[in-house]
DNA sequence: CGCCAGGATTGAA
DNA sequence: TTCAATCATGGC
C-alpha cells in the first residue's frame, strides 16, 4: 500500500486499538479471521496475511490508507499547543474498526491501563474466539469473539479474563446485540448526536467510551473522547494555571478543533503522553 | 458530591 | 520481602 505520511507504529500503538504487537521490525496482529503482517516501508506499508488474500480493501479500510491526511491536518487550529502536537507525530492517524471489537473493547477499558486492556482482550480471545492459522514460528492466534460466543458466556467465565466489574456491561451488551435488540449496523445512518444517545444505553458505556467508539469505528469525526490524559493536556496547554471544569473543557473542545476535533484529539493524546508525560514531582506538586 | 468496582505496576517501607 | 498508592471510568 503506497503511502508517504502514516505513522504505522504510532497509529497501532496509540491506544486505538490493543491487539497489535510489535516483533523486531514488523507488527502482527489479527483483522477479522486473517493473521496480519505490517511493515513500514520507506514508500508505504507492506502486509502480508497467514492465508491468500484476492482484495486488500478491507485492510485499506482499516488502516485508512486513502485518508487525505494533510486535508484533516488543514483544518486544525494553528496555535501553539495543536502545531507542537501534529510536529511531534505528523503521520499519526485513525484507524477504522470493526465497531463489535471497538465497543467490546472500550467497556473493558474502563480504568485500566493500556497494558491491562491487552491482557484482558488477549485472555478473552484465547478463551472465547475461533483459532485462526498462523505462520511457522508464530505464537497463535484467535478471531475477536462474536457477541454470540460472549453472550454464551457465563459472567464468571468472563471475570475469568481479569475484567472484573466490567464482565456485566460486556456481558449484557453481546446479549443485546446478538439477539438483535441492540443493532450496532443502524448506527451508521445516524448522526452523531443519536448514535451516542444509543451507546449511552448500554450499561458501562459512558461519554468518554461511547466517543471512543464512534470515533474509531464508526469514523464519526467529531467525536471527542474527554480521557484524563486529553483533560490533563487540554488543561496545562489552553488553561495554564487557571481552574476549569469538565463541562468547560467539553464546550471548548466541541468548538475549537473543528470538523476533525477527534482527529485533532488523538493528536494531544499522543503528544502528552509521549512528550509531556508528567513526572512524579509534578504530579506531587499538583496535589 | 463521593464512594465503589479488580488488578498490574510503581515506589516506599 | 511486603504493602500501599496509583491508575481511570461509570453507576449509584
Known sequence: MPVLDYDLAAT??????FRWRKICDHWEGVLGAHYIRLKQTPDGILAASANPVENWDWLRHFLQVETRLADIVATFPTDVPMTAAVNSCPGLRLLRQDPWECLASFILSSTKQIVQIRQIIGLLCERFGKAIPVPAGARAAFCF??????????EADLRACKMGFRAPGLLAAARAIDSGTFDLESLRQLPYAA???????????GGKIADCVLLFAYGFDSAFPLDVWVKRALRELYFPKRRVTDRRLEKFSSKHFGPHAGYAQQYL???????????????????
Request: aromatic share 4%; proline share 7%.
Open 145 to 154: 469473539p462474536s457477541p454470540a460466543q460472549i453472550a454464551a458466556a457465563s
Open 195 to 205: 448514535a451516542r444517545v444509543r451507546l449511552l444505553t448500554l450499561h458501562g458505556v
Open 269 to 287: 493524546f499522543h503528544y502528552m503522553r509521549t512528550k509531556l508525560k508528567p513526572s512524579t514531582k509534578a504530579k506531587k506538586q499538583q496535589g
Open 12 to 17: 497501532l500503538d496509540s491506544g486505538q486499538a
